[in-house]
């Protein structure tokens, strides 16, 4: 029954994070935001709330490595995975804001969410405070940048359908109902899945919560991703998923830490799982530059992937802490 919880948590999530998309941005267009802000803001947030309510979840029934690991693994998948699988297909290129703003900010967050856990293993409701308003202080300054600059093509930032484009807001507003119960549901169906699962194989939440509900939680970006990149559309936006990134730190952990503090006893999330964090995100910045500026060809994405492979592999799959 573990495993049937598990996946029917994990189309929940996917079914409700799609409407309540749908939803977000049904919304802003009624309030007349910009495309850019739709993207930026009302979209990054809604995609992380499949995150935010299994950590919320994990968090207040006593799971705190879960509510960590989900957060941490899916970081360390969206890029390793969702990047280093859809660069293998079509090339990625990046913007020069990311490495700007995006990146910075990225590795900023990783930073302070290590300093903060290796200095009491606790994530305490200020530290949570902390991230959360560093998170608003981006996109603020992100905003601002893309209004001054015209930096960014507000047309890329989000395709916006015409279904959602010209909804009403009683569709609007039944596209959020279903998204908010298929999230709730889908998270707790997904924790308990998750918590059943490793009493019956013996193993730490922490290798539950980084493998299986982290890939879960990235699914939607990475099928998004692939069928992207198999369409031939248009080339992945590579700040969508640094963005992504951003917002799990910054709203997941922080919001979650201040509903209630994060107690960690797995030592393995700090010394093994958040530095393969914070490796992964600096290693693009050399990825970036060389040999080829600002692209991300198949042989840099089959190192990522590479990499994701080890790290499951080795630090995940043949430890049972």
Do not use: C
């Amino acid at each position: 029954m573990s495993l049937f919880y598990i996946l029917l948590g994990l189309v929940l999530l996917v079914v409700g994070g799609e409407y309540l998309v749908r939803a977000s941005v049904g919304l802003s267009l009624k309030f007349r935001l910009s495309r850019i802000v739709i993207g930026m803001t009302v979209v990054s947030f809604a995609t992380s709330l499949p995150e935010l309510l299994v950590s919320i979840n994990a968090a207040l029934n006593g799971s705190p490595e879960l509510a960590l690991g989900n957060v941490v693994g899916s970081n360390i998948a969206n890029l390793a995975l969702v990047l280093g699988a859809t660069a293998i297909l079509t090339p990625i290129f990046i913007r020069r804001v990311s490495y700007k703003y995006n990146i910075p900010a990225m590795l900023l967050l990783s930073g302070l969410l290590y300093f903060f856990l290796k200095n009491d293993l606790i994530l305490s409701f200020v530290e949570g405070l902390i991230l959360f308003v560093l998170l608003i202080i981006f996109i603020y300054v992100l905003l601002k940048h893309a209004s001054q600059s015209g930096d960014i093509d507000l047309d890329e930032l989000e395709e916006i359908d015409e279904d959602t484009a010209v909804a009403n807001l009683l569709k609007i507003l039944i596209w959020l109902v279903i998204g908010g119960v298929a999230l709730w549901a889908g998270s707790e169906f997904l924790v308990d899945g998750a918590k059943e699962l490793a009493r019956q194989l013996g193993v730490s939440e922490r290798i539950i919560g980084v493998s299986i509900v982290a890939i879960g939680t990235s699914i939607p970006e990475l099928a998004a991703s692939i069928i992207s990149a198999l369409k031939k559309e248009k080339d992945l936006s590579f700040g969508n998923l640094v963005g992504s990134n951003i917002f799990n730190i910054g709203s997941v952990l922080g919001l979650t830490a201040m509903i209630k503090p994060v107690h960690i006893d797995n030592l393995k999330l700090i010394n093994v799982d958040i530095l393969w964090m914070l490796g992964i995100s600096a290693l693009i910045i050399p990825l970036a530059l060389l040999p080829t500026r600002h692209k991300i060809s198949w042989i840099k994405g089959s190192i990522y992937l590479l990499l994701y492979i080890i790290y499951m592999y080795y630090f995940v799959f043949l430890t049972k802490q």
